[in-house]
């Protein structure tokens, strides 16, 4: 075919006019994609993402003494209902008569988590200690259930670091204490058959008790082991005896 001097094949011009269209196109996402990229590489240096919060797992503190087994409850450090029940379940759990059982009692929350503390104990069970016996205790609090003919108890262990002092807390403490730890009774009907609390010495340890029952063994019995700086508070004259006897054995 001949054509015409100047003619274009209509064809050839819309194959032209796409073709430009196709690069303007790949220019126009090119710029979007450049554009894009700047704009998230400066928004993440200047507004960085915050970095994971890391929650550091809590390790259960070291006992005082042995015990025959141990139990774990976790707890919200505000569900003071769920302590209480929880703690009323580990205390009808079945456990041999002379054994002892320890209650690891762990808060957690969004925040992180840690072992109960005295103060949290104290709390938890609206117990108001003298507030000097608090400043002088440690971190660290030990739970205990001790199981025997008499029935279960509960019982206490923590540091403290002036042992006189504690002592003298304690004796301010002994007018109001029966009334401020009745929940570690967990319902038991308690009619005091003494006034005052007793002079006791096993292993030439002395303690206090005083006596709550006379047909079975319940009281508040309470000693500061001196090799240890350990204030100890039990519920019974045979649960505070064991307990010594373990601390002996511990050292």
Do not use: C
Not at 2 to 12: A, E, H, I, Q, S
Not at 84 to 92: E, H, V
Not at 149 to 178: F, I, K, Q, V, Y
């Amino acid at each position: 075919m001949v054509t015409r001097p100047g003619y274009v094949n209509p064809l050839v011009k819309k194959a032209h006019r796409s073709a430009g269209v196709y690069v303007i196109l790949g220019v126009i996402v090119t710029l979007l994609i450049a554009i894009g990229t700047g704009v998230y590489y400066f928004w993440d240096t200047i507004f960085p993402a915050p970095e994971p919060i890391e929650i550091i797992k809590a390790v259960p503190p070291t006992p005082f003494f042995a015990t025959e087994s141990s139990r774990t409850i976790d707890i919200s450090p505000t569900d003071r209902q769920q302590f209480i029940k929880l703690m009323i379940d580990s205390m009808k759990e079945f456990e041999r008569n002379g054994t002892m059982k320890r209650i690891l009692i762990k808060l957690s929350d969004a925040s992180g988590e840690h072992f109960i503390t005295p103060s949290d104990f104290f709390n938890f069970y609206q117990i108001t200690p003298p507030a000097s016996l608090v400043k002088r205790l440690g971190a660290n609090i030990m739970v205990v259930v001790y199981t025997a003919a008499s029935g279960t108890r509960l019982g206490l262990a923590m540091h403290t670091n002036d042992a006189n002092r504690t002592l003298r807390d304690m004796l301010d403490w002994e007018s109001s204490m029966l009334n401020d730890i009745k929940p570690l009774f967990f319902g038991v009907q308690l009619a005091p058959i003494s006034l005052t609390f007793e002079d006791r010495s096993y292993h030439n340890i002395d303690w206090r008790y005083l006596k709550l029952s006379s047909d079975t063994d319940i009281g508040i019995g309470y000693s500061v082991f001196p090799a240890k700086n350990l204030l100890i508070i039990t519920t019974s004259k045979e649960f505070t005896e064991t307990v010594i006897d373990r601390l002996f054995n511990a050292r």
